[in-house]
């Protein structure tokens, strides 16, 4: 089983960025928890990072032909990207949306996600754990339903 990573906008600043907010693990120390999750459940992962919109939809038109599912965080593209929410249902693999914080505790703007409708589950709020329950979660699905989108 492979599942990409995806880690949307400005998430190469986690540690450095509003510690408050989103803690101090930075995007490697991230992986590294993902990765040993990732080990535990024989899952084969792959990480991708990117600021720009394009990037992340080529990366997931890309990715879908060789991974089972995707675990992404999208940042603020959450909020914005119609993009994001159609280049996941074109690849028709499951994914698991999560997020460090807990959006609905913010901004009004943050309560919105184009993605949570369409996702196959949604974490967030639990910092690093939300990655690690998502993958969880996601693996879950894939073992039931190895062939759903």
């Not at 509003?18 to 024989?42: C, K």
């Not at 919109?53 to 599912?69: M, P, S, Y």
């Not at 996600?113 to 589950?121: E, I, K, R």
């Amino acid at each position: 089983m492979r599942v990409a990573v995806i880690h949307g906008a400005n998430l190469r600043l986690l540690g450095r960025r509003e510690p408050e907010v989103y803690g101090t693990d930075t995007l490697d120390d991230v992986n590294q928890a993902i990765s040993g999750v990732g080990q535990e459940l024989g899952v084969e992962l792959e990480f991708f990072q990117s600021n720009h919109e394009g990037g992340i939809l080529d990366f997931i038109e890309e990715a879908g032909e060789r991974v089972d599912g995707f675990l992404v965080n999208p940042g603020a593209l959450t909020h914005t990207s119609v993009g994001l929410r159609d280049a996941f249902l074109g690849v028709g693999k499951p994914f698991v949306e999560v997020h460090l914080s807990n959006p609905h505790a913010r901004e009004p703007f943050r309560h919105r996600s184009f993605l949570a409708d369409v996702a196959g589950g949604v974490v967030y709020g639990f910092g690093v754990d939300s990655y690690l329950l998502g993958l969880r979660g996601l693996v879950a699905r894939l073992h039931r339903h190895p062939h759903s989108g």
